[in-house]
């Protein structure tokens, strides 16, 4: 792998490390301004046939979308570790390398818009997502925590707790089901990255105040 992004190539170059259906959770690195990697979530878009391409949408003026426009790709690679994935979903995560310690595998990709538009006021932005060049670094069986898919979702939760588009109350009773599920079924990794969600957001204490105010 090269230490910037090379553009797109013929879809022949590469192919993904992993298999992907439907949307799969992933975390993007792309080379910012500063020459330092930026570290973000980025949900994947499986095509229905084996000769589409897979996609991907920024929303909002991230660093993910400058980044694509500045360097024409970054490098997608797949987390085993859900404390890695929170802080790339909800922080400045900013790296000297690509390539994290947690990363089972990776790919880097070119990335070319094809589609814009906007919904209730937030601008978006597809692509398509082209491998240039990937490696699996980790092989090992899968095994499945309810846990690490509730930690994975309050991110999204947490991510829209102040976008007008949402109702804050639905938001916070879904955070409390993925404390609740991450704290029955996750493990200590779990748990701490739940943990950092909380330190970043403090939507617990927004929960007990909303309660508050109800009576």
Request: charged share 25%; glycine share 8%.
């Amino acid at each position: 792998m090269t230490d910037e992004p090379s553009g797109a190539v013929s879809p022949s170059a590469a192919e993904w490390p992993v298999e992907l259906r439907g949307v799969t959770e992933s975390v993007v690195a792309t080379l910012g301004p500063n020459d330092r990697w930026n570290l973000a979530a980025l949900g994947l878009h499986a095509p229905d046939s084996s000769d589409e391409p897979v996609t991907a949408t920024t929303w909002g003026n991230t660093r993910t979308r400058r980044n694509f426009h500045r360097q024409g790709g970054g490098v997608v690679q797949f987390v085993s570790d859900p404390r890695a994935f929170v802080e790339a979903a909800m922080t400045i995560y900013e790296v000297e390398s690509p390539v994290l310690d947690a990363a089972d595998a990776w790919v880097e990709v070119g990335a070319t818009m094809v589609d814009s538009g906007d919904d209730e006021g937030t601008h978006w932005e597809q692509w398509e997502l082209t491998p240039v060049d990937a490696a699996v670094e980790e092989t090992r069986p899968f095994t499945i925590n309810r846990g690490f898919g509730a930690v994975v979702d309050a991110t999204v939760a947490a991510s829209r707790l102040d976008v007008p588009a949402f109702d804050t109350d639905d938001l916070l009773a879904r955070l409390e089901y993925f404390a609740e599920t991450v704290q029955k079924c996750g493990g200590p990794r779990e748990r701490e990255a739940f943990a950092r969600i909380d330190e970043l957001t403090g939507w617990r204490e927004r929960a007990s105040q909303r309660r508050n105010e109800s009576f």
